[in-house]
């Protein structure tokens, strides 16, 4: 289904997407070795077990580019900041020949590919702050604020941001959606037709390929088509608060175009690879999980579950609607039946229906912020993109899970085209690219 997406102010000038090429910057596997031992997930979704295996994996592994705190060395025995060990370390390693940059500018065709699935787009700029590419979800200001002084103490996009984009015309056609546009032609012509730049099958099974559109009539005509375009982020929005950001402290005085107008962007166009949605779970390490079942039961039934089939109960109920997990040290319990009375008693009063309706808000507004008494921040809701790992957390740390059914698709879209955003950290699309494959040097 073609959607059009709002901007982010709900106005609507028909602006669309614009997808720059640019001199990428990409390891040299001759000097680094294989490249899935220097690639790393997004920074957000690397937990702990995952932080010590890329480690170990490479001493020139992306992480201790996007996570430099994280990283051996990464405070510098507390005289320089994370962002000032990163960009030390990528100046050493573009200094050593680690890293180099490409010759010519180029749109990157990025394939993800494993049994049963494939995923296929292009990595390039894409312009900021434009009515073109579309919001669906709220930030917080901490993690805005790490990645912007990261991106600018390191003169650099070091990972991209996913967008997902209706890219087909008319019905029927490629795969029996749509037609595919120009874009997407191009983009499966080059993957088809010519040898990538790299290669990584990763340890999740994952092989990952790589390949440069140089050709600057194949570039036009691929902007030509996305000029007729809107997006949405799909994976990213702190890091794309951060490029707006930055645009706005950077922009020439003059009003000319400068480079921080511009972002690190993998753009896949959903009628040719649909994107999957999936869930993300909370933990609330200091409340304990008998103290949230009691509090929980004020406005939701609440059924205790056996752990074998707890997963699959809440599967099930979230079918018929709204239901949440809570799991912890003292076993599971099912929340379902929300009371609504309560449910409107603590939304916002200016949300609208199909807001207050999802999962999320429930969640947000009732559950955490009503019953709990816990505003949503960083220290106090973690976040995790693992139903088995978030239990894991909650029980080392004493506290309470709570495990999430996926937000459907067309919610999100239904919420994005009314230029609403649902609580932070609700959706988790995929699959998301591997960081490191190709970066971006603002001075490049």
Known sequence: MQTHFPSDDGSDNGAGLLLAPFRGVRYDLSRVGG????????????????????????PYN???????????????????????????????????GALAIDDAPALYVYEQRAAGWVQRGLIGLVAVGTDAVHPHEGVLPGPVAGRRELMKTT???????????????????????????????????????????????????????????????????IAADLATRTALIADG??????YRQLRGEMSDANGDAGPWDYGLAFLVDTDEYPVRLGAIHRVLPRLALTGAVRQAAEAFTVTPVAAQAAFDRLAAAGASGTAFLLAGDDGYWLLTEPDRDQVDAAMPAEASQRWRALDASVMQELLLARLWSIKDNERDVLISHDAAEAVRMAV???????????????????????GEKVPRKSTSFGPKPRTGLVLRSVDG
């Open 237 to 242: 929005h702190h890091r794309y608060a951060a």
């Open 35 to 58: 490249l899935a031992n220097v690639t790393s997930p997004p920074y957000d979704v690397i937990g702990p077990g995952s932080l010590e295996r890329l480690l170990a994996a490479s």
């Open 62 to 96: 992306v992480v201790r580019l996007i996570l430099p705190a994280d990283a051996p060395g990464g405070t510098a025995g507390g005289e320089a900041g994370p962002g000032e060990v990163a960009a030390a370390r990528l100046h050493d390693w573009l200094a050593e």
């Open 155 to 221: 003169r650099s996009n070091l990972e991209p941001i996913l967008l997902v984009y209706n890219g087909g015309t008319g019905a029927g056609g490629h795969r029996g959606l749509a037609v595919p546009g120009a874009a997407s032609r191009l983009t499966d012509l080059t993957a088809e037709g010519q040898a990538p730049l790299a290669c990584a099958v990763t340890d999740d099974g994952v092989t990952h390929r790589l390949w440069a559109v140089t050709d600057p009539g194949a570039q036009a005509a």
């Open 396 to 418: 080392e740390s004493g506290g309470t899970a709570v495990i999430c059914n996926p937000m459907p698709l067309a919610a999100v879209m239904d919420i994005a085209a009314h």
